[in-house]
């Protein structure tokens, strides 16, 4: 089977379309698709989803799918020295999900690996983690509980990394942001 193909333009033949998402490699300039970009542009598709670490500078690689518009989202961990990416973005033209660079890795290499999600139990990313690199752990409970009361799966941070405890009763449940969509009708 031959891969190679004799130009970008052929090597993208038959694989774009209005509204499909484009993961882009990279970081900064360094090791960006800048020929495939320019194709990408020339094509004419519009409504794109773009998976980039961010948007390079102006006038450059996926920049210049932004000065067409073409791209509706990027999903990005840095904004950086790229102005019209800031500023289609603060005017309200451009969604972003902004991620935390090791998120986003994350997400892609999950992907890549065939997990579609990791957003199951989210709540547990960071503090055993935490627990582990520090020198001394005191964790926050609501309830204390004697051992094997309660499902070992609900416990987040294993006890052998904590070292002092706090029982702080019910506390309220706070939203960062409500997001919830219509239920079909029944």
Same mark, same amino acid.
């Given at each position: 089977?031959? #891969? ?9 033949? /038959?694989?774009?379309?209005? $509204?499909?998402?484009?993961? @882009?490699?990279?970081? $900064?300039?360094?090791? &960006?698709?800048?020929?495939? @970009? ?10 794109? *989803?773009?998976? @980039?670490?961010?948007? $390079?500078?102006?006038? &450059?690689?996926? @920049? ?8 509706? #989202? ?5 904004? /950086? ?10 005017? /309200? ?8 660079? !090791? *998120?986003?890795?994350?997400? &892609?290499?999950? $992907?890549?690996?065939?997990? =579609?999600?990791?957003?199951?139990? *989210? ?11 520090? #020198?001394? *752990? ?19 941070? =294993? !006890?052998?990394?904590? #070292? ?23």
């Amino acid at each position: 089977m031959n #891969k190679v193909y004799p130009d970008a333009k052929s090597a993208l033949d /038959g694989l774009l379309k209005d $509204g499909i998402m484009i993961m @882009s490699g990279g970081f $900064g300039l360094c090791g &960006i698709a800048e020929t495939l @970009s320019d194709a990408i542009r020339d094509s004419g598709v519009k409504g794109l *989803t773009v998976v @980039s670490n961010n948007a $390079g500078v102006d006038g &450059i690689g996926l @920049s210049r799918l932004l000065e067409t518009r073409q791209i509706k #989202k990027m999903i990005s961990s840095y904004v /950086g020295e790229n102005k019209l990416f800031a500023q289609q973005y603060l005017a /309200g033209e451009l969604e972003l999900e902004f991620n935390p660079q !090791g *998120t986003l890795a994350e997400r &892609i290499r999950a $992907g890549g690996a065939g997990i =579609p999600a990791f957003y199951r139990k *989210t709540a547990r990313n960071f503090n055993p983690m935490m627990a582990t690199a520090a #020198k001394v *752990t005191v964790a926050e409970v609501e309830h204390l509980v004697p051992a094997g009361e309660i499902d070992p799966d609900h416990i987040h941070t =294993p !006890g052998i990394f904590v #070292k002092r405890i706090i029982e702080v009763g019910t506390a309220k449940k706070r939203i960062e942001f409500r997001n919830t969509r219509p239920r079909p009708a029944a």
